[in-house]
């Protein structure tokens, strides 16, 4: 394993984390004895495997259902200097309740203290002002803190590139989590600032949320050789000194072992990168054009200003995903959770667009007469059954 300074909290991080959302039983909580052997069989022989490899970071949150209750039956029994255990809480807008919240996770966790708090989902200005009010969030975060039971304070995100930066910019959090990876690169300027702070940077579910990579399309798999499309963005991430750690949401001992591949490129990556870069490129350009690809987000306006809150980015997009690349299911998981996933994936899908007036609100974008067919393909291409986030399941 190959550790990096996690920023201003000086800790010693794993490249990859061992992010918790993924084996536990249920997305809700539920009695202990509810949870079958064979589950917490398998979840303590992830975490003895990601520590078998060098893994020392362990990363949950309180919204991930029984995560902090089985991670509590293994963790104690584990010596504690040598993990680095986090979770992760969304703030209230009642201070009281984020406490609780903690306080709840931290019995099931059963350990005295956690080394890592993150704010869970600072996605909005509201959630922002919750955190850094007077008496907000943050201020009880740093009482815990005081008392011993939190090491450090940061942040996760899945919100806008200007929340992240303001947030970043408050210069009140030692860590981010955030999203970033090869094909969804729009919150760099988050990292840089990050970087200017002396934070950690911790990146948010790469594999999965970064393309479906554990069931790449052949097409990705061939443009990618001769990594797996998993380490090419990997090795992507972490060829970013800037970048600490990437989250690898294992549900089971093996889900390590392709990522492991990565740690070898690590020292010299951009003789094996810069190829597969070009090809990526190439074939992107080639199937939907370069000025489309130089071009097609310059002038899009945020969903809050669009007719029916469309969100004409993300389906932009994920169509230029799907077309250039045959990511058509990963489009259809994200396309189809428009509508659902509240301020964690917002704004709504296309269905509706022909219906509207989109003139307007196109006027400043240089493909204005072409974007109302390219969201109708779109929904063609990848509308189907509603999709919710995994903790609402």
Not at 290 to 296: A, P, R, S
Not at 358 to 380: G, N, W
């Given at each position: 394993?190959?550790y ?10 794993p490249v990859?984390?061992?992010?918790g ?8 909580d539920v ?5 079958p052997?064979n589950?917490q069989r ?6 003895n495997?990601?520590l078998?490899?060098g893994i020392n ?9 029984t995560s902090?209750m ?5 963790l104690?029994?584990l010596?504690r ?7 992760k ?8 309740e984020f406490r ?6 931290l019995?099931f966790?059963q350990?005295d203290?956690v080394?890592?708090?993150?704010l ?14 007077p008496?907000?969030c943050?201020e ?5 803190q005081?008392?011993?039971?939190v090491?450090?304070?940061?942040f996760s ?7 992240i930066?303001?947030?970043i ?12 990876y090869?094909?969804?690169?729009v919150n760099?300027?988050a990292i ?5 702070h002396d934070m950690?940077v911790?990146i948010?579910s ?13 097409k990705?798999?061939?443009l990618?050789k001769?990594?797996s499309?998993m ?10 000194p ?5 989250s690898l ?6 889900d390590?072992?392709e ?8 020292d ?11 090809k ?11 000025d489309?690809v130089?071009?097609?987000?310059q ?5 809050e ?11 932009l997009?994920?169509r ?7 990511m058509?299911?990963y489009g259809?998981?994200?396309?189809n959770l428009l ?6 994936f917002?704004?709504?899908?296309a269905?509706?667009?022909k219906?509207?007036?989109?003139s307007?609100?196109?006027s ?8 109302p ?8 291409l990848?509308?189907?059954?509603s999709?919710q986030r995994?903790?609402?399941?």
């Amino acid at each position: 394993m190959k550790y990096r300074r996690f920023g201003r909290t000086e800790l010693e991080m794993p490249v990859f984390s061992c992010g918790g959302m993924r084996y536990q039983y249920k997305w809700k909580d539920v009695p202990s004895w509810q949870i079958p052997r064979n589950n917490q069989r398998n979840l303590e022989a992830t975490i003895n495997r990601s520590l078998e490899v060098g893994i020392n970071h362990i990363e949950t949150a309180r919204g991930y259902g029984t995560s902090e209750m089985q991670l509590g039956k293994v963790l104690p029994k584990l010596p504690r200097e040598k993990l680095i255990i986090q979770t992760k809480v969304s703030p209230k807008e009642d201070p009281k309740e984020f406490r609780q919240k903690f306080n709840q996770s931290l019995k099931f966790l059963q350990l005295d203290y956690v080394d890592l708090v993150g704010l869970h989902g600072i996605n909005t200005e509201q959630i922002l002002d919750y955190c850094v009010r007077p008496g907000g969030c943050l201020e009880e975060a740093r009482k815990l803190q005081e008392q011993g039971k939190v090491r450090f304070i940061g942040f996760s995100t899945h919100g806008p590139t200007d929340i992240i930066k303001k947030t970043i910019e408050t210069d009140e959090f030692d860590y981010v989590n955030l999203h970033w990876y090869y094909i969804n690169q729009v919150n760099w300027s988050a990292i840089e600032a990050a970087k200017k702070h002396d934070m950690g940077v911790f990146i948010i579910s790469p594999s999965d949320k970064g393309g479906k990579l554990y069931d790449p399309p052949k097409k990705l798999v061939e443009l990618c050789k001769p990594l797996s499309p998993m380490v090419f963005n990997d090795l992507f991430c972490l060829s970013h000194p800037e970048v600490h750690t990437l989250s690898l949401g294992a549900a089971r001992p093996t889900d390590f072992d392709e990522h492991l591949k990565t740690l070898s490129l690590l020292d010299d990556p951009q003789p094996i990168l810069k190829p597969i870069l070009a090809k990526l490129e190439e074939e992107s350009i080639k199937v939907l054009g370069e000025d489309w690809v130089n071009t097609w987000d310059q002038g899009l306006p945020d969903y809050e200003e669009i007719p029916g809150n469309i969100n004409i980015k993300t389906i932009l997009w994920l169509r230029n995903l799907a077309l250039a690349y045959d990511m058509t299911e990963y489009g259809k998981m994200r396309y189809n959770l428009l509508g659902n996933g509240g301020h964690w994936f917002p704004g709504k899908n296309a269905e509706n667009a022909k219906q509207l007036d989109l003139s307007s609100c196109l006027s400043r974008s240089p493909h204005q007469k072409k974007i109302p067919d390219y969201l109708a393909e779109a929904h063609e291409l990848l509308g189907g059954q509603s999709v919710q986030r995994l903790s609402q399941n």
